[in-house]
């Protein structure tokens, strides 16, 4: 018996209901595996993207779970309206920040914490049979491996992971608020800022009491990417820096950078991975400062189109 999800996803999307049964059974193997360095340069990391037909009914769920979950205030990653630029803004006003990192956060959200997540939050809604339908629709089964997992590459991975955080963003949130600290969250990358030394020291020790006290999902803060940071040093909050007068800049590296390939592709010596990397770059300067990204445009009319990897359009689609 077609199931009322499966019912709702076709109206939405409109597939039969069938072929999207049949999408759901082998769901969690329809994904295309690689690898990419992390930008730490140590290791790789694994990404998945689900095949057309899943990604199309990823998004549809994110619709459909939309209205009844909430997203905290305090996340600026993959919300409409807020993003990298929003969250180094909210720490403009701090003198002392703190920066924090979940480790593995993606892989560490499991089918087992959706589940639980879904009997708090909406008991009503989906029986079990629904409840393992969206399970199977959300996680991947990575190769050679029995145990689902969130994946990085979904449209639907950064939404749910946004979901299953809001327990512990309004723990964080309060014991914040109780020590006049600003907490923001942009997926994985925790930021604190205050005006009052010695107040952070302190919000390090609750946050990692509150991450380990929570079991949907259990989630373990990285150490070595805690950071203290004071006006006395560079002030960097999601890769955008933050003046001594609170401006937001990219910095005199990026900028450095952008301008050398620039000229590159002009003297058409930029290949195509340095197109790509340069389209991103100038995407990030277009948000953060505008206006210089609006010059390096000017500059590189008359010179070839950028050209962008099937890969990279496929990763942008929607």
């Given at each position: 018996?077609?199931?009322?999800?499966?019912?709702?996803?076709?109206?939405?999307?409109?597939?039969?209901?069938?072929?999207?049964?049949?999408?759901?059974?082998?769901?969690?193997?329809?994904?295309?595996?690689?690898?990419?360095?992390?930008?730490?340069?140590?290791?790789?990391?694994?990404?998945?993207?689900?095949?057309?037909?899943?990604?199309?009914?990823?998004?549809?769920?994110?619709?459909?779970?939309?209205?009844?979950?909430?997203?905290?205030?305090?996340?600026?990653?993959?919300?409409?309206?807020?993003?990298?630029?929003?969250?180094?803004?909210?720490?403009?006003?701090?003198?002392?920040?703190?920066?924090?990192?979940?480790?593995?956060?993606?892989?560490?959200?499991?089918?087992?914490?959706?589940?639980?997540?879904?009997?708090?939050?909406?008991?009503?809604?989906?029986?079990?049979?629904?409840?393992?339908?969206?399970?199977?629709?959300?996680?991947?089964?990575?190769?050679?491996?029995?145990?689902?997992?969130?994946?990085?590459?979904?449209?639907?991975?950064?939404?749910?992971?946004?979901?299953?955080?809001?327990?512990?963003?309004?723990?964080?949130?309060?014991?914040?608020?109780?020590?006049?600290?600003?907490?923001?969250?942009?997926?994985?990358?925790?930021?604190?800022?205050?005006?009052?030394?010695?107040?952070?020291?302190?919000?390090?020790?609750?946050?990692?009491?509150?991450?380990?006290?929570?079991?949907?999902?259990?989630?373990?803060?990285?150490?070595?990417?805690?950071?203290?940071?004071?006006?006395?040093?560079?002030?960097?909050?999601?890769?955008?820096?933050?003046?001594?007068?609170?401006?937001?800049?990219?910095?005199?590296?990026?900028?450095?950078?952008?301008?050398?390939?620039?000229?590159?592709?002009?003297?058409?010596?930029?290949?195509?991975r340095g197109q790509n990397e340069l389209i991103g770059l100038l995407g990030f300067a277009h948000d953060v400062e505008p206006s210089f990204a609006q010059k390096m445009w000017a500059s590189?009319?008359?010179?070839?189109?950028?050209?962008?990897?099937?890969?990279?359009?496929?990763?942008?689609?929607?």
């Amino acid at each position: 018996m077609t199931t009322r999800l499966v019912n709702r996803l076709s109206q939405q999307v409109g597939l039969p209901a069938g072929d999207i049964e049949r999408i759901i059974s082998s769901a969690p193997r329809r994904y295309k595996e690689f690898k990419i360095r992390k930008r730490s340069g140590s290791g790789f990391r694994d990404i998945a993207q689900p095949s057309r037909e899943l990604k199309i009914l990823q998004k549809a769920v994110v619709e459909e779970l939309k209205p009844h979950l909430p997203i905290h205030d305090c996340v600026h990653g993959y919300v409409i309206g807020r993003g990298i630029k929003s969250n180094a803004a909210a720490h403009r006003k701090g003198r002392f920040i703190l920066k924090m990192d979940f480790a593995d956060f993606f892989p560490s959200i499991k089918p087992v914490d959706f589940r639980a997540h879904l009997r708090e939050s909406l008991p009503d809604r989906y029986d079990d049979i629904e409840a393992r339908q969206l399970e199977l629709l959300l996680f991947w089964l990575k190769r050679g491996e029995r145990t689902l997992r969130m994946c990085i590459g979904a449209p639907s991975s950064p939404s749910i992971s946004n979901y299953l955080m809001y327990a512990i963003d309004s723990r964080i949130t309060e014991n914040c608020r109780l020590n006049a600290v600003t907490y923001t969250r942009y997926a994985d990358d925790l930021t604190f800022s205050c005006g009052e030394e010695g107040i952070l020291g302190e919000v390090e020790g609750a946050v990692s009491r509150i991450v380990g006290e929570t079991v949907h999902p259990r989630l373990r803060i990285n150490p070595d990417k805690t950071i203290h940071i004071s006006r006395k040093q560079r002030r960097t909050v999601t890769g955008v820096n933050i003046t001594p007068t609170g401006e937001l800049s990219i910095g005199r590296d990026r900028k450095r950078l952008i301008r050398a390939m620039v000229h590159r592709h002009i003297r058409g010596l930029l290949d195509l991975r340095g197109q790509n990397e340069l389209i991103g770059l100038l995407g990030f300067a277009h948000d953060v400062e505008p206006s210089f990204a609006q010059k390096m445009w000017a500059s590189l009319k008359g010179a070839p189109a950028l050209k962008r990897s099937r890969r990279v359009d496929y990763m942008l689609e929607g």
